[in-house]
């Protein structure tokens, strides 16, 4: 599978942004039947989960991703190895997704130039980085003090000040989105989304051959952990992921699709989000 599958980040509104200057299996049932009371604990997996949408977009949707799953399964669910050949097949699928090769490197380099502007191993660090330490999760939180601090869900934006938040001229339709959906958001804001685009960079990078496999996994497992602080259930993670995607304005065009697979992963018998809970 190629990156140029996957959705890319589009241009965010603030100017201000700028991005260059264990595998432990074991797995547990309540009963014979696979399709009941199961998981898989493999933290490993569950890091990559983080930005498993975009993998699975990349393979053609849910539907498609299933067959590809199936075909290393079986259809029979109830098999007693039924996990253990899930959780080998996710493991083919869903970690470092772009496979290394000379054409590979090639074409995760251009997307990490055009997309994120990282041209080199430096770049893509630094990039990083920003994501984990403020990203859009920043702006987000400049966005909700301000409507705080006006009333909430009641604010009127064209009254908030800009300038006292040191906000540039067009914050207004960013402003009018947190406040449009202020009780949709959880305690952890859009961190979700700065989290999944975190674990896909990561996965280009390897792509593009400025991280190895072990470092990409040592630094993806950290993201999971830091992840289970701020939340506790892969719908609420999707549903901040989904929402910091529209906040970042990332082509609105593909949010319906990103959006039915997010819906189809929490309930679909071949997902790994049913067997692999973001916490234990």
């Known amino acids: 599978m190629t990156n140029k599958h996957f959705c890319a980040i589009a241009f965010f509104i603030f100017s201000i942004i700028n991005f260059i200057g264990c595998k432990n299996k074991t797995s547990s049932t309540s009963n014979s039947n696979a399709q009941q009371s199961v998981f898989i604990n493999d933290d490993t997996l569950k890091g990559f989960l983080l930005a498993g949408v975009y993998f699975i977009k990349g393979y053609g949707g849910t539907d498609l991703f299933n067959n590809k799953i199936m075909a290393e399964v079986g259809k029979d669910t109830t098999q007693k190895n039924f996990l253990d050949l899930l959780d080998t097949a996710y493991h083919k699928y869903l970690i470092f997704p772009f496979h290394r090769s000379a054409a590979e490197k090639v074409d995760a380099r251009n997307t990490l130039s055009e997309w994120f502007q990282i041209n080199d191993q430096n770049d893509f660090y630094l990039f990083l980085a920003n994501l984990k330490d403020s990203g859009f999760q920043a702006h987000y939180i400049l966005c909700k003090k301000a409507i705080d601090a006006n009333g909430g869900a009641n604010a009127v934006i064209s009254q908030i000040d800009l300038d006292k938040y040191n906000m540039p001229k067009g914050s207004e339709v960013l402003l009018k989105f947190v406040k449009d959906n202020y009780n949709k958001f959880s305690s952890a804001g859009i961190k979700a989304w700065n989290i999944g685009l975190y674990v896909y960079t990561v996965c280009l990078g390897y792509g593009a051959e400025y991280i190895d496999a072990a470092n990409g996994k040592n630094i993806v497992a950290q993201m999971f952990s830091e992840t289970t602080k701020y939340y506790s259930d892969w719908k609420t993670y999707y549903n901040d992921f989904m929402l ?37």
């Open 244 to 280: 910091g995607r529209q906040f970042s304005g990332t082509d609105p065009s593909s949010n319906a699709d990103f959006q039915k697979i997010i819906d189809s992963l929490q309930t679909n018998i071949y997902s790994p989000y049913k067997y692999l809970p973001l916490r234990n």
